[in-house]
């Protein structure tokens, strides 16, 4: 797989000032049960990269002395990390909002049977991958099949009361382009994604997020490949604008990887760009240190991917 990482290191782009953190998304691995050809992590089934239960213990630590309102569980597949819905009931123990980034492809595994239930009780929000409404778009990205898994599962967190007004559990899905594209406007699409879903599978949810695919691992490599990466960037660069600097998820958010290691923001940590002091990188036992000043945001030419257009976060559109 062609390195899109030396390229992005040498283009630069403007500072950003941290704020006050309020989230913490960690990746519980690499492993998941699709692979899909958007994926910034190169994630699929033959990955082994997961964390362990003792790193776990260190996250649930964090929360409980750190002021952290939300947790943020990202993969490959979290799902897939035996000690998942362990972290998860000791963050809700500790009143900390829990969003789980799910595949929906995941609900139906056999040895899931209980997945969406756990999620309901538990009042997890889903942030679920759905990168079109047309079964030939989904499959064609993630693979044959897909799209059915997806309606499956809809289907089920819709029975659980996910999407439901005044429920109190969140469902949103996630919008990626097909390609060398920025996503079209969050609200129009949001519209007619609402439409769609709701007149042919009676499916409903509370908001759609639109998220611009990132230079780096399995979709950059495809840019180079097809010799369109330069093409790609000058897209983003050419389409930043500065008011985006302000809302950017890294200024409020840490990224923890599967080993502990704490980056500015899940791409930095595709990327290998690790959050130091004295040039060894931070953990997340760093993060109990009452004397830790953090480090500046590292920032390279994919950030170009968050602040082109719209805007591009964890969250959606920033503007």
Request: net charge negative; hydrophobic share 35%; aromatic share 6%.
């Amino acid at each position: 797989m062609l390195d899109t990482a030396p390229q992005l290191k040498k283009i630069p782009f403007p500072e950003i000032s941290r704020d006050p953190l309020q989230t913490l998304q960690v990746n519980l691995g690499y492993r998941c049960n699709l692979s899909c050809t958007h994926c910034h992590v190169n994630a699929g089934p033959k990955r082994t990269e997961m964390m362990a239960e003792e790193t776990i213990g260190w996250v649930i630590r964090v929360l409980e002395q750190r002021a952290i309102g939300q947790l943020d569980l990202t993969g490959g597949a979290p799902e897939m990390n035996p000690y998942f819905r362990q972290l998860i009931e000791a963050a809700r123990a500790l009143n900390v909002a829990v969003i789980d980034r799910c595949n929906l492809a995941i609900l139906e595994e056999p040895d899931q049977s209980d997945l969406a239930s756990f999620l309901a009780r538990n009042q997890v929000e889903v942030v679920a991958s759905m990168p079109c409404y047309l079964q030939e778009n989904v499959d064609s990205q993630r693979g044959k099949g897909t799209f059915d898994l997806n309606i499956l599962g809809l289907q089920r967190l819709n029975r659980l009361g996910y999407g439901e007004p005044g429920s109190g559990k969140i469902l949103n899905l996630v919008y990626n382009p097909q390609g060398a594209s920025l996503p079209p406007p969050q609200v129009p699409l949001e519209a007619d994604y609402k439409r769609i879903l709701a007149e042919r599978f009676d499916i409903h949810f509370n908001r759609l997020l639109t998220i611009t695919n990132l230079p780096i691992h399995r979709f950059g490599s495809q840019l180079l490949s097809n010799g369109i990466f330069d093409d790609y960037m000058s897209l983003l660069q050419e389409a930043h604008l500065d008011q985006n600097l302000d809302s950017v998820m890294c200024r409020s958010l840490i990224s923890v990887d599967w080993q502990g290691i704490l980056y500015d923001c899940d791409f930095n940590q595709m990327l290998k760009l690790p959050q130091t002091r004295n040039q060894q990188p931070l953990q997340l036992s760093d993060l109990l240190d009452d004397q830790l000043q953090m480090p500046p945001i590292q920032v390279a030419g994919h950030c170009y991917g968050c602040t082109a257009g719209q805007g591009s976060s964890c969250g959606g559109a920033l503007s």
